[in-house]
């Protein structure tokens, strides 16, 4: 069974662009969360998305969101791009929504500001 | 508020020797607890988690984790190190408020010296 999917792996952005980035789950998973991993802050939960519904979020600005499609596929966005948001933005998904549902992680996209 | 804490920043081994990577966590009721992975410019890898039931859980690739509930521990171990064991090793826990997201600790690099 393929592994979750993101693309692009590597994107380089300036300051107050805004980015899209694409996650695609395992065949059959339903629930997508995203990460943001940084050397300053390690991971950090971003939010989850379950059923085209957002069902938890983590403490990051209003500029980030993200949506899910009816084939489980997630994206997220962040607006109007700072310095600080160069990080490896991971994608994680799982065969359900709830804790007992372990989490496995796509390689992750590494978006750098400039 | 829930919390993982992983002393070690670098745990260095010799191959062959077995090796504990620590773990201490602060969560309100039960914690479901996970380890996790990371190799170079890779996405996260799940080893093993722990939900409930028998204190050590055995994992992917040699691995194991004893939870400690009296130490609030769930200290990574295997018996004997490889040197393909090379990588950066997060602890994560989910709390008991049923979201889904992982928090995790600051990471620890285990180096295994041939």
């Known amino acids: 069974k393929a592994g979750v999917t993101q693309t692009p792996r590597y994107l380089i952005k300036t300051r107050g662009q805004q980015v899209t980035l694409s996650c695609s789950p395992i065949?059959?998973?339903?629930?997508v969360s995203w990460y943001q991993q940084t050397p300053g802050q390690g991971l950090q939960f971003l939010f989850e998305?379950?059923?085209?519904?957002?069902?938890n979020k983590g403490n990051f600005p209003g500029r980030f969101s993200g949506r899910q499609f009816s084939n489980s596929r997630s994206e997220m966005n962040v607006s109007t791009l700072e310095l600080g948001d160069s990080a490896l933005y991971l994608c994680?998904?799982?065969?359900?929504?709830?804790?007992?549902?372990?989490?496995?992680f796509g390689p992750g996209t590494r978006l750098t500001v400039t | 508020a829930q919390s993982v804490a992983q002393p070690e920043d670098q745990v260095n081994v010799a191959e062959g020797n077995p090796l504990t990577v620590k773990c201490t966590y602060s969560?309100?009721?039960?914690?479901?607890l996970f380890w996790y992975v990371q190799y170079p410019n890779r996405g996260l890898q799940f080893l093993l988690k722990?939900?409930?039931?028998?204190?050590l859980v055995k994992g992917s690739y040699g691995f194991e984790a004893e939870f400690n509930k009296s130490q609030t521990s769930f200290h990574l171990k295997k018996p004997s190190a490889l040197v393909s064991d090379s990588a950066l090793y997060f602890c994560?826990?989910?709390?008991?408020?049923?979201?889904?997201?992982?928090?995790f600790g600051t990471g620890t690099r285990l180096t295994v010296i041939p």
């Open positions: 994680a998904s799982s065969l359900n929504s709830g804790r007992s549902y372990e989490q496995y």
């Open positions: 065949s059959g998973h339903r629930s």
């Open positions: 998305y379950f059923s085209e519904t957002q069902r």
């Open positions: 969560v309100s009721g039960n914690p479901y």
């Open positions: 722990y939900i409930t039931g028998d204190n």
């Open positions: 994560a826990v989910i709390d008991q408020t049923g979201a889904n997201n992982l928090f």
